[in-house]
């Protein structure tokens, strides 16, 4: 497959995947406020499908929030999705990188301000 049938189809599960939490979240008190796909990622051999998402509050708890949507997600992509192999959903939480960074820079700022170097 060329790079661009692989963008293609990754552009559509990022649809199908988006127009799903959407669905998702109307059925459920949802916790997290909005919800947003910051990232899709197909393992190489096609085994898993890797959906980072983030929201505005709550985030540690998102991927757990999400996961039951995992298996119906997947039934809709082999179904209007021709891909090889039907890799498994796994939701990422794309705030565990974010909130490490974020309170490193905080604790850089403190120090600097109060000059504890």
Do not use: C, W
């Amino acid at each position: 497959m060329n790079n661009y049938t692989i963008d293609r189809k990754m552009d559509d599960i990022y649809v199908i995947a988006d127009r799903a939490i959407h669905d998702f979240i109307e059925l459920r008190e949802n916790p997290h406020g909005r919800i947003t796909i910051q990232n899709i990622h197909m393992s190489r051999e096609y085994d898993f499908l890797d959906i980072t998402v983030s929201s505005e509050q709550e985030e540690m708890a998102l991927p757990h929030f999400l996961a039951p949507l995992a298996p119906s997600l997947r039934r809709e992509i082999g179904a209007r999705i021709s891909l090889r192999k039907l890799p498994k959903i796994r939701f990422r939480n794309v705030a565990k990188e974010e909130s490490s960074t974020r309170v490193l820079s905080l604790l850089s700022e403190i120090a600097q301000k109060y000059d504890l170097s």
